[in-house]
């Protein structure tokens, strides 16, 4: 068990580019997240998976965002034609329904140039 | 919609001084996260307050909930350098245990020999 996994730590691109982000959670963790956090922000919650199913997404994630997780296990999180506005730390937690915490990755940091 | 709101957002306090944060939020919540934040470094889950009354300590960090009032305090006791860092709380407003949490702002805590 070596915590949430997060990769790239950090991605620079242009705008209008497409990127991906990686996460790989706690081991039998059946619950994952993603997290969207700016500069003097706190973290501000965009979508979770319960196993392979995408359970809810944020109102603030619009149509250029997808998150998928394909056998349940790690999850990716597309960004389509990045805006300079995506530019923030994306943070991936996971949990299962035992526990009363959720445990958080490093993020990935995203500058959009 | 639910707010959180945090203060202060900065806190510049001497070693072995006490101060306490306050955490109030605007709907009905059971459960409350406190976080905490090194810069460059992900969130480590401090406190996990389930019911009203509920209070938490761990060391020189004690947490309390007022679900009466929507408040929950981070009280500081005899602070130390190394309690330095960004203090978060999250509110989860799902009805259960769906860590759909709302953060606030943070309060940046400094703490000067």
């Known amino acids: 068990d070596t915590g949430v996994s997060q990769d790239p730590r950090h991605k620079i691109t242009k705008r209008g580019q497409n990127v991906t982000f990686r996460c790989d959670p706690i081991?039998?963790?059946?619950?994952l997240y993603w997290y969207r956090q700016t500069l003097g922000q706190g973290p501000e919650f965009l979508t979770y998976?319960?196993?392979?199913?995408?359970?809810?997404k944020s109102r603030l994630l619009s149509d250029r965002f997808s998150a998928e997780r394909p056998k349940g296990s790690f999850s990716t999180l597309e960004i389509q034609r990045t805006e300079q506005g995506d530019s923030a730390m994306y943070l991936c937690?996971?949990?299962?329904?035992?526990?009363?915490?959720?445990?958080f990755g490093s993020g990935t940091q995203l500058s959009v140039l | 919609e639910l707010k959180v709101e945090q203060n202060p957002l900065f806190l510049s306090m001497q070693e072995g001084k006490n101060y306490t944060i306050y955490c109030n939020y605007s709907?009905?919540?059971?459960?409350l996260y406190w976080y905490r934040q090194d810069p460059g470094k992900s969130l480590e889950s401090l406190f996990v307050?389930?019911?009203?009354?509920a209070v938490k300590q761990e060391g020189r960090l004690m947490a309390s909930l007022d679900t009466k009032a929507r408040l929950s305090t981070l009280h500081i006791t005899a602070a130390v350098h190394d309690l330095s860092a960004t203090y978060f709380c999250?509110?989860?407003?799902?009805?259960?245990?769906?860590?759909?949490?709302?953060f606030g702002k943070g309060t940046l805590l400094t703490v000067n020999p």
């Open positions: 937690a996971s949990t299962t329904g035992a526990l009363d915490k959720l445990f």
């Open positions: 081991s039998e963790h059946n619950r």
């Open positions: 998976f319960q196993n392979e199913a995408q359970l809810e």
């Open positions: 709907t009905t919540s059971d459960r």
């Open positions: 307050l389930l019911s009203n009354g």
């Open positions: 999250a509110v989860d407003n799902s009805g259960g245990s769906n860590y759909k949490l709302t």
